[in-house]
């Protein structure tokens, strides 16, 4: 009996060496590895001409056309795409709807967002540089 508890304990401290072992090089990892953005971003116009991008903040880049202004208006909703509204105002009453998606994460949070605009015009104004 002795034995097998010897036996037992070497096995359960083999274990823990091992499962140290691997978790030290992800526990030097910095903090800063978790934070951060990344967006994907899909505007798919009715009349054709849709285009994907990535967007990443801190830092800010990805293959997006203007990463630092769309950041700084995220940060202004803290990620919540849905309350973007950069620059409110009339657009013409033409309907050529345009349908914008985004996914990813904002700080550790997922995120999504799925709506169909009017027309570019209302995209534009409602989500800025985002888009």
């Not at 978790?23 to 116009?45: D, K, N, R, W």
Request: aromatic share 6%; glycine share 10%.
């Amino acid at each position: 009996m002795t034995l097998v508890l010897t036996a037992a304990r070497r096995l359960a401290a083999l274990g823990l060496c091992v499962a140290a072992t691997f978790a030290v090089p992800f526990a030097a990892l910095p903090a800063q590895a978790a934070a951060g953005a990344e967006l994907f971003i899909t505007v798919t116009p009715r009349a054709g001409g849709a285009y994907a991008t990535r967007l990443t903040c801190d830092p800010d880049g990805g293959v997006h056309s203007h990463p630092r202004a769309a950041c700084d208006a995220l940060h202004g909703v803290d990620g919540h795409v849905h309350d973007l509204n950069v620059d409110p105002g009339p657009c013409p009453l033409i309907f050529d709807p345009v349908e914008v998606e985004v996914k990813g994460h904002w700080y550790g949070r997922p995120t999504s967002f799925h709506e169909t605009f009017s027309n570019r015009c209302d995209m534009d104004r409602r989500l800025g540089p985002l888009v």
